[in-house]
C-alpha cells in the first residue's frame, strides 16, 4: 500500500525543500520554497494526546479571512486535508481518502501570499474512518458509510476565545502567508469535546 499526505485533491504538500539536478555533477539548483500554511500537530494537540484512547485523526480546514470589499472578510474555504491512500491487488485498483493520523503534519500549498487564513480542526478518536469525499470535510465510517461526527473540535490564528466567528462584526485573524515560507497556524482555541 503506497501512501502519500494530500490536502484533498487541490491542496499539495510540500517538503521542507526540493532540488533540481543539472546535467553536472557538481552544480544544484535549489528551487524556492513554496508559500505554504502548516498544520502541525504540536500547535494544535495540547491537552490531548495523540494516542489509543486520544486522538487518532484530524481534519484541517483552511479558510481565507482576509478583507475583502467593504473590509468584510472573504471567507473562502480551501479543501480540507486528507491522507490518500493507494491500494492495488491483482484484481482491482482503488484510491481513497482518509482523516490525516494525529503524528502527521498537513502543509496547504494552494494560499496567496499575503492573506490571512484561520484553521478549523475537528479530531477522531478511531482509525476505521474515511472522507466521503476529498476536499469535503465530512468523514463517515469506512464499513457502513455512516457520517461520523468529530470527537473534538477547535479553531485556530482567531482573535481570542470571545470571538464568534458566526458574528458579522467579529474581528478576524489568521496567519499571514508569507512568500516562500512556511507559515505554522497557532493560536488554538480550547478543545470543545462531543459526547463520546
Given at each position: 500500500m503506497n501512501l502519500e499526505l494530500r490536502a484533498a485533491s487541490l491542496i499539495a504538500a510540500f517538503g521542507l525543500s526540493a532540488a533540481a539536478c543539472s546535467s553536472s555533477s557538481t552544480a544544484?539548483?535549489?528551487?524556492?520554497h513554496p508559500t505554504v500554511i502548516e498544520v502541525a500537530p504540536a500547535d494544535f494537540l495540547g491537552a490531548l494526546e495523540c494516542k489509543e484512547g486520544g486522538m487518532r485523526r484530524y481534519v484541517a480546514t483552511l479558510t481565507d479571512v482576509s478583507p475583502g470589499p467593504g473590509d468584510a472578510p472573504l471567507n473562502f474555504t480551501l479543501p480540507s486535508s486528507a491522507l490518500q491512500i493507494d491500494s492495488s491487488?491483482?484484481?482491482?485498483?482503488?484510491?481513497?481518502?482518509?482523516?490525516?493520523?494525529?503524528?502527521?503534519?498537513?502543509?496547504?500549498?494552494?494560499?496567496?501570499?499575503?492573506?490571512?487564513?484561520?484553521a478549523k480542526?475537528?479530531?477522531?478518536?478511531?482509525?476505521?474512518?474515511?472522507?466521503?469525499?476529498?476536499?469535503?470535510?465530512?468523514?463517515?465510517?469506512?464499513?457502513?458509510?455512516?457520517r461520523v461526527l468529530p470527537r473534538w473540535t477547535t479553531t485556530c490564528s482567531k482573535a481570542d476565545s470571545s470571538t464568534d466567528m458566526?458574528?458579522?462584526?467579529?474581528?478576524?485573524?489568521?496567519?499571514?502567508?508569507?512568500?516562500?515560507?512556511?507559515?505554522?497556524?497557532?493560536?488554538?482555541?480550547?478543545?470543545?469535546?462531543?459526547?463520546?
Open positions: 544544484a539548483t535549489t528551487l524556492p491487488d491483482a484484481t482491482s485498483e482503488s484510491i481513497r481518502y482518509e482523516p490525516v493520523p494525529c503524528s502527521d503534519s498537513v502543509e496547504f500549498g494552494l494560499v496567496v501570499t499575503g492573506h490571512y487564513y484561520w480542526i475537528d479530531g477522531y478518536d478511531r482509525d476505521d474512518l474515511e472522507m466521503l469525499e476529498p476536499g469535503l470535510p465530512i468523514v463517515v465510517d469506512a464499513k457502513t458509510r455512516a458566526s458574528d458579522a462584526g467579529a474581528k478576524l485573524v489568521g496567519v499571514r502567508a508569507e512568500l516562500d515560507l512556511t507559515q505554522p497556524v497557532t493560536g488554538c482555541l480550547p478543545w470543545s469535546e462531543s459526547t463520546p
